[in-house]
T-cell receptor
């Protein structure tokens, strides 16, 4: 009974490249959240998705960042033209339904931009 | 003003000490409250929920004061294994958890 799976665990990109972070929610969960944790800071909400829908993207930077959760396959957080300031830990969490306060977190992806 | 604010820390305490963390939140419509624990920037893990009546889990006691919009966590008889960052978390309408910046605890022998 796998938990929330994120890959890769570590991702190194050079400035200007694209980063794709993947998150497979727990079995039976249809809601996914992405959080970002910058060095020395707390977790900041980025986006909340349901299958094929973006519910709340109020925490997403206006440019270069996008997220999707297709009908089939994992949720993807995509960062285009990465900059050094994008270096952070990106955590995904899932829940079984709408507005369910019990979130299950993945182990995170550590993105390092050179 | 941040939605959730915590003591900045770090807290350095000897084994066996009692330590208290404080947290305030700005949204009076917040519905649920939690303390999470994070080790070495790994994924946060739920430590305990916080109820208005107060709740206890072994050496850990959590309190909520809705009128003051204040949450606390008390750890008694600190162990080395309690060393971690403690995150105050609030669940708001619209279905998302809002995290405080965390308070680092270091328990020394």
């Amino acid at each position: 009974n796998a938990g929330v799976m994120q890959n890769p665990r570590h991702l190194v990109r050079r400035r200007g490249q694209e980063a794709r972070l993947r998150c497979s929610p727990m079995k039976g969960h249809s809601h996914v959240y992405w959080y970002r944790q910058l060095p020395e800071e707390g977790l900041k909400f980025m986006v909340y998705l349901q299958k094929e829908n973006i519910i709340d993207e109020s925490g997403m930077p206006k440019e270069r960042f996008s997220a999707e959760f297709p009908k089939e396959g994992p949720s993807i957080l995509r960062i285009q033209q990465v900059v050094r300031g994008d270096s952070a830990a990106y955590f995904c969490a899932s829940s079984p339904g709408w507005a369910n306060e019990k979130l299950f977190f993945g182990s995170g992806t550590q993105l390092s931009v050179l | 003003r941040k939605e959730v604010e915590q003591d900045p820390g770090p807290f350095n305490v000897p084994e066996g000490a009692t330590v208290a963390f404080n947290c305030t939140y700005s949204n009076s419509a917040s519905q649920s409250f939690f303390w999470y624990r994070q080790d070495c920037r790994k994924e946060p893990k739920l430590l305990m929920s916080v109820y208005s009546s107060g709740n206890e889990d072994g050496r850990f006691t959590a309190q909520l004061n809705r009128a003051s919009q204040y949450i606390s966590l008390l750890i008694r008889d600190s162990k080395l294994s309690d060393s971690a960052t403690y995150l105050c978390v609030v669940y708001n309408q619209g279905g998302k958890l809002i995290f405080g910046q965390g308070t680092e605890l270091s328990v020394k022998p």
